[in-house]
Antibody
Framework: EVQLVESGGGLVLPGGSLRLSCLTY????????MSWVRQAPGKGLEWVAT????????YYVDSVKGRFTVSRDNANNSLYLQMNGLRAGDTAIYYC?????????????WGQGTLVTVSS | DIQMTQSPSSLSASVGDSVTITCRTS??????LNWYQQRPGRAPRLLIF???TLQRGVPSRFSGGGFGANFILTISSLQPEDSAIYYC?????????FGQGTNVEIK
């Protein structure tokens, strides 16, 4: 069965950096657009970023533009999110998700999430 | 960016009831509207894509409809395991957005 496993979360000081990884299994990673979605404690889902098949197109929510960078390594079936200039408002569980072009670009598989806490 | 408005923000209903959640978008999204279920402590789960198509494995008591800027999710014959938060999402724009969620509670 398709699996996505996030890692790299943790506690970081305001202004600090963190790199999240999402390792994927049992599907042709290079054939799918991928996304990051986050959820602040007790809050709803917020789309963060999406990357196309070869990484040539990237889209971001306004609040992270210029600070976060999404990337991928198709040879290693991995998705990344480099987060710089972290703020308290970035505290959240970060999920990676597979986007299905044939299903209206919906996210049909999700990881379990990794928690990022930005605090002094 | 396309704004999403879900209503109600929460509802409480009994087992066997039918409930409907509404999602409105600030501009037309054609049929590029998806619904997700999130149970406490779990990752979201895709229920419906392209407004009305059930994801594989989702019970048929879930249904979706609408077009343009007005959409609904209906759960007929509510079951205890349907207690969760439900989110709509537009994927018409590459900068996707989610609704704020509807908390469905079982009485």
């Amino acid at each position: 069965e398709v699996q996505l496993v996030e890692s790299g979360g943790g506690l970081v000081l305001p202004g600090g950096s963190l790199r999240l990884s999402c390792l994927t299994y049992r599907f042709m990673f290079g054939n799918y657009w991928m996304s990051w979605v986050r959820q602040a404690p007790g809050k709803g889902l917020e789309w963060v970023a999406t990357i196309n098949l070869d990484g040539s197109e990237k889209y971001y929510v306004d609040s992270v533009k210029g600070r976060f960078t999404v990337s991928r390594d198709n040879a290693n079936n991995s998705l990344y999110l480099q987060m710089n200039g972290l703020r308290a408002g970035d505290t959240a569980i970060y999920y990676c998700a597979r986007d299905s072009r044939s299903q209206a670009w919906s996210s049909d598989f999700w990881g379990q999430g990794t928690l990022v806490t930005v605090s002094s | 960016d396309i704004q999403m408005t879900q209503s109600p923000s929460s509802l409480s209903a009994s087992v066997g009831d039918s409930v409907t959640i509404t999602c409105r978008t600030s501009q037309t999204v054609s049929t590029s509207l998806n619904w997700y279920q999130q149970r406490p402590g779990r990752a979201p789960r895709l229920l419906i894509f392209a407004t009305s198509t059930l994801q594989r494995g989702v019970p048929s008591r879930f249904s979706g409809g609408g077009f343009g800027a007005n959409f609904i999710l209906t759960i007929s014959s509510l079951q205890p395991e349907d207690s969760a938060i439900y989110y709509c999402q537009q994927t018409y724009s590459p900068t996707r957005t989610f609704g704020q969620g509807t908390n469905v509670e079982i009485k």
